[in-house]
């Protein structure tokens, strides 16, 4: 689910980044307490600040989902240096679930502003389409934009269920079928944390330079 705040006057933040929201004086509250973390959905050139956000059964995103339009939040940062690093080498994103906001983000500034200067490769997993934060707005990105491959995989359908992308979880033989000619790439891991070390883990298995992943683990889903 995305939740919109008004942008303040003067405040910018960069493609990929994070902030803490507090809810202030909120009507329950729990050991986690009153703050967390997104990463920001919205690009730059937006107007609002967007979070997208899975909802779990837990007092603060009770308390968020419940929210009065209009209902004041505390908003620290921007923090985080999440981007696309090397102008002169190939990008690979392997991402799944929530994983997939702060590259909503970078992929549309980048595109609003000119294009991608070099090929991104993005594989993002979700159990069912329906699951999948911006699965048509990815698509449509991809087709602006032709350094841009866009590739969604599906883990949860059943054999009969209509779907034309990849099924199952991103594997050795998935990265073969669509890195064909990718070389000497960047890789970008999010996603929740098992998620994320297992995937640096066959990267690192299948001969990729460890200084080559960057990662960001996606906690509270």
Avoid: C
């Avoid at 890195?179 to 970008?188: D, F, M, S």
């Amino acid at each position: 689910m995305a939740f919109r705040f008004a942008k303040p006057v003067d405040w910018t933040y960069r493609a990929g980044q994070f902030i803490d929201i507090t809810l202030l004086d909120p009507p329950e509250t729990d050991a986690e307490g009153n703050t967390r973390g997104f990463s920001i959905s919205s690009a730059p050139s937006e107007d609002v600040i967007m979070i997208t956000t899975r909802l779990r059964d837990t007092a603060f995103k009770r308390v968020l989902q419940a929210m009065p339009l209009g209902t004041p939040v505390k908003i620290e940062g921007p923090f985080g240096d999440l981007r696309l690093h090397h102008a002169d080498r190939p990008a690979v994103v392997l991402t799944g679930g929530i994983g997939i906001t702060p590259f909503r983000s970078i992929l549309l500034e980048t595109i609003r502003a000119g294009g991608l200067a070099y090929p991104v490769v993005v594989l993002y997993a979700n159990r069912r389409p329906q699951d999948a934060a911006f699965l048509d707005e990815l698509r449509t990105l991809a087709e602006r934009d032709a350094n841009l491959r866009f590739v969604p995989t599906m883990s949860g359908l059943d054999a009969s269920d209509a779907w034309e992308g990849e099924r199952g979880r991103i594997d050795v033989s998935m990265l073969g079928r669509h890195l064909a000619g990718v070389t000497n790439a960047i890789y970008y891991l999010t996603g929740p944390p098992g998620m994320v070390q297992g995937l640096r883990a066959m990267l690192i298995d299948g001969g990729v330079d460890e200084d080559d992943i960057r990662s960001e683990e996606f906690t509270g889903y």
